[in-house]
């Protein structure tokens, strides 16, 4: 069955400072991987996706994620966090079923 | 003008009580579902409707019924509450069925007391 880790829980980084939150996938075919995040209080929104082709892909609020066949991994990177990044990280695959299948989610808190 | 909208936000109720969640959405979209995210935030798809047929149903209790009445909405009814339903329930949708593109309501918060 196809699965996500995220390895941390809770991340914690001063304001300006560079971000990589890390995620792992199991899945036997090509996957379609996402990052969504939840703010305080609100559902979840699509950061970026990735489907194919370039492995480096922009998404939006200034983040991008690279895609890793061969580490199975495809992390999370801002070069420079504000304040306003503070959410929850979740990576997800689509797997069997067209299900979406989430990670357990990285708590970011900004230091100012 | 809200893109997936849930009411009601926050739900209290007691044990063996029967609660239903509603879900709306304006984006024209197929398919929609409902997810649930237990308090380690953990977020787990519980049932997916396209065109208001049924075509993804977790192993989630009988005790939890979706209604789509048409695509643009998709209502969870509950019976006989648990303490273990305490959660948040998010409802979303998506033009199609497989890409994983989704737009997710903000949330209903239910506490079973």
């Known amino acids: 069955a196809q699965s996500v880790t995220q390895p941390d829980i809770h991340i914690t980084v001063s304001e300006g400072a560079s971000l990589e939150l890390r995620c792992n996938y199991s899945y036997g075919a090509t996957p379609y991987l996402f990052w969504y995040v939840q703010s305080p209080g609100q559902g979840l929104q699509l950061l970026l996706k990735y489907f194919s082709g370039d492995t480096l892909v922009q998404g939006i609020k200034g983040f991008e994620a690279e895609f890793k066949r061969s580490q199975s991994s495809f992390n999370l990177r801002k070069p420079s966090v504000h304040w306003s990044d503070a959410a929850e990280y979740f990576c997800?695959?689509?797997?069997?079923?067209?299900?979406?299948?989430f990670g357990q989610g990285t708590r970011l808190t900004i230091n100012p | 003008d809200t893109a997936v909208s849930q009411t009601p936000k926050y739900l209290v109720t007691q044990m063996g009580n029967d609660k239903s969640i509603k879900c709306e959405q304006n984006l024209g979209h197929d398919t929609m579902y409902w997810y649930k995210q237990d308090s380690k935030k953990f977020l787990k798809i519980m049932f997916s409707?396209?065109?208001?047929?049924?075509?993804i149903n977790e192993t989630v209790p009988n005790r939890f019924s979706p209604k789509s009445p048409d695509k643009a909405h998709l209502n969870l009814h509950i019976n006989s509450l648990e303490l273990g339903d305490s959660a948040v329930y998010f409802c979303?949708?998506?033009?199609?069925?497989?890409?994983?593109?989704?737009?997710f309501g903000a949330g209903t918060r239910l506490s079973v007391l």
């Open positions: 997800a695959v689509v797997g069997g079923a067209q299900k979406l299948v």
């Open positions: 409707y396209n065109n208001k047929e049924l075509i």
């Open positions: 979303a949708s998506s033009p199609g069925t497989s890409d994983g593109i989704q737009y």
